[in-house]
């Protein structure tokens, strides 16, 4: 699968967070509108405004039902093929299982 750089600047021009500049994604993610709104999010710091989930099962269903999550206020991330991935500028990487992800104080809910 092709991926190229979806700019920063591309998808927003409001981001009070610029690093980074951008992601390398596959084409199926350029075109993921719930993908580029959580981009947005993530990067013109709006992350207060969305809840934390208030159980794991809440957790998981959104993860289940295909939403982008954001972890500690700085990582989109996503369940793909059963695990729970980051995104970094230069793709998904793995979430690492540190005590980090068992507080519920550490999501947000988009």
Request: aromatic letters at 16%; proline letters at 4%; charged letters at 25%.
């Amino acid at each position: 699968m092709k991926k190229s750089r979806l700019y920063l600047y591309d998808i927003t021009q409001n981001a009070l967070v610029t690093y980074p500049a951008w992601y390398l994604v596959s084409e199926k993610y350029k075109k993921d509108e719930s993908f580029i709104d959580t981009l947005k999010i993530l990067h013109e710091s709006k992350t207060d405004e969305y809840p934390h989930p208030n159980s794991y099962d809440e957790l998981l269903s959104c993860f289940k039902s295909g939403q982008y999550l954001i972890f500690k206020d700085n990582y989109l991330t996503a369940m793909i093929a059963s695990k729970v991935y980051y995104l970094q500028s230069n793709g998904w990487k793995a979430l690492p299982v540190t005590e980090d992800i068992f507080d519920l104080m550490h999501w947000r809910l988009v």
